[in-house]
């Protein structure tokens, strides 16, 4: 199955097609989180691969190499993620593993293991006759160790391979990372055209769902559908002072989703009072503006703090108890 195009991804995926004429051996995708650029990357990766692929660079989407792809499983292809977010296999293969491996925290990092494994890969010959391609998403996770190797094969990149980097803060790359990839930079989309789209895919409230999403319009999609339910019964129990379905959490998914709602919270309430109008549609402004900013910046590190093992209901609790009283 070809991956689509976003209606306000034309303009860069005319970028990337106009770069295979002289390949360069390093992309780097950048931009807003949850504008598709994964979806961007995959496309590409894709056209590169495709055995039937056209005069314009669009992939059959019929041919073996479209077929592999789609399964997540072309012989030239190799997706590097943290463990948190790497493709599963089959439900039935994960039965077959170990409880005790199931039971192991993944990582959210990309670690040097899963770099250096790349150099076998991309130094062998390829099994289609095309590139091989290493699909890294995304690129901020790599750890320090991670991020020095793979400058190494950036440096000295093998014949007829090719890097994908996608980032949402590309910021947080090496600066010699940056500097040897070709940036395709993804904007964030114009509301009208976001707002079109999330209409057309029958998305209720688009409107408060896109402005609660800070304007990415695959976030505002995943929050207004059904599993992004608990969420908005998180907004409407913090808008009802509803504590005690706040502070029911029971695992680190949840904690970082009430985090979340209680830094939006927090700004909405500061953009308010400064500002005189709420961003993210959540809150009204407040005599404690300077408060809601501290606990706006108290709930930015919490959100991170939540990826790490704690106890779910204490944390919360905390996180409840330390809130500006207006």
């Known amino acids: ?13 005319e ?7 002289r390949m360069p051996h390093a992309l780097l995708i950048h931009g807003a989180q949850g504008i598709g650029k994964l979806q961007l990357a995959e496309r590409f990766t894709q056209s590169l691969l495709c055995e039937a692929v056209d005069t314009a660079g669009e ?6 190499g479209c077929r592999w792809l789609g399964a997540s499983s072309h012989p030239d292809c190799r997706w590097v993620e943290p463990e948190a977010l790497a493709r599963q296999s089959a439900s039935a293969a994960e039965a077959d593993e170990p409880v005790a491996a199931r039971a192991t925290k993944p990582s959210l990092e990309i670690k040097v293991d899963q770099i250096r494994a790349l150099d076998d ?3 062998l010959k390829s099994h289609r006759g095309g590139p091989r391609v290493a699909l890294i998403h995304p690129a901020e996770a790599m750890n320090p160790s991670a991020a020095n190797a793979l400058l190494k094969g950036l440096e000295e ?3 007829r391979a090719m890097f994908i980097l996608v980032s949402h803060r590309p910021a947080r790359l090496l600066p010699t990372i940056r500097s040897r990839c070709v940036a395709v930079p993804v904007p964030m989309p114009d509301a009208g055209v976001s707002l079109a789209w999330l209409e057309s895919q029958g998305t209720r409230d688009a409107a408060a769902w896109l402005a609660f999403a800070s304007g990415s319009p695959l976030r505002a999609l995943q929050y207004a559908s059904e599993a992004g339910a608990t969420l908005a019964r998180r907004r409407q129990a913090l808008a009802a002072g509803d504590f005690d379905f706040l502070g029911a959490v029971n695992d680190r ?3 970082e989703e009430l985090a979340e709602v209680l830094q939006r919270h927090a700004l909405d309430k500061a953009f308010a009072t400064y500002c005189g109008r709420a961003k993210y549609g959540t809150a009204a402004g407040s005599q404690e503006g300077a408060a809601w900013l501290r606990y706006a910046r108290l709930m930015g590190r919490n959100r991170a703090l939540a990826r790490h093992p704690l106890n779910p209901r204490l ?5 409840l108890a330390t809130m500006p009283k207006d």
């Open 315 to 319: 944390f919360a609790g905390e996180m």
């Open 15 to 21: 970028a990337m097609r106009g770069l295979r004429e």
């Open 1 to 13: 199955m070809i991956n689509i195009i976003y209606p306000w991804q034309k303009q860069a995926w």
């Open 157 to 159: 990149p093998p014949g």
């Open 121 to 123: 890969f991309l130094n």
């Open 253 to 255: 998914e949840q904690l």
């Open 59 to 64: 992939p059959c989407g019929e041919c073996p």
